[in-house]
């Protein structure tokens, strides 16, 4: 089976991405490709920071591989936090920094329209394709969750659904997620 180094340190990326090319390529990982520690995003796109994720990997290995990069988009925020998801709250801050900050700044606010998108961007023989994906959903005004999923999962619910992503278990989220989506049509790619 062909294999794809995902540059990714994120361990639930890893396990949803695994889940979802589940017999179609093997995921190996960082850390079993002997690759250790900070990889850089410093690019203000979605694009452009898959592209360094993935060319960071290329560099040290020239071995196909592949990294994503995603944003959570908030509507009455003009499109905040967006690319800068991450450190919304700050530097080295974490997921629950960034959902009470998120939590605040939509404090009252009827509008809660919200989209995560992820980009993927494969390096494969040196050459780069980009798959994307989207998910449109709501920004709840608190947390809802059963312990699923990560970051901001437990403040959003997709359109559709009365469930956050964090009351959801892992493989309906993949069906209709933005990283499940932009995998999906890298599974296609790829078969
Ligand atoms: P990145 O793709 O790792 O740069 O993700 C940017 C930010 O979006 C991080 O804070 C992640 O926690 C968050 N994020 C990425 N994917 C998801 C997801 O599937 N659910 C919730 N938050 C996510």
């Not at 900050?101 to 980009?130: M, P, W």
Request: proline share 3%.
């Amino acid at each position: 089976m062909k294999k794809l180094i995902f540059a990714t340190n994120n361990k639930h990326k890893v396990e949803e991405v695994r889940a979802a090319l589940d017999g179609i390529v093997e995921i190996v990982t960082l850390a079993e490709a002997g690759l250790s520690g900070e990889i850089p995003e410093t690019a203000d796109t979605l694009q452009g920071n898959a592209l360094q994720k993935a060319q960071w990997v290329w560099e040290r290995t020239h071995t196909d591989c592949f990294a994503d990069d995603t944003g959570l988009e908030v509507d009455a925020l003009g499109g905040a936090p967006g690319v800068y998801s991450a450190r919304y709250a700050g530097e080295h801050c974490s997921f629950d920094d960034n959902i009470n900050k998120l939590l605040a700044a939509l404090d009252g606010q009827s509008n809660r329209k919200a989209d995560f998108r992820t980009v993927i961007c494969l390096i494969e023989g040196g050459e780069t394709h980009y798959f994307e994906g989207r998910v449109d959903g709501q920004i709840l005004t608190e947390r809802h969750s059963n312990g699923e999923g990560f970051g901001y999962d437990p403040i959003f619910m997709p359109d559709r659904f009365a469930v956050s992503f964090a009351e959801m278990p892992l493989n309906v989220k993949n069906t209709i997620s933005h990283r499940g989506l932009a995998v999906k049509k890298l599974a296609e790619y790829l078969k």
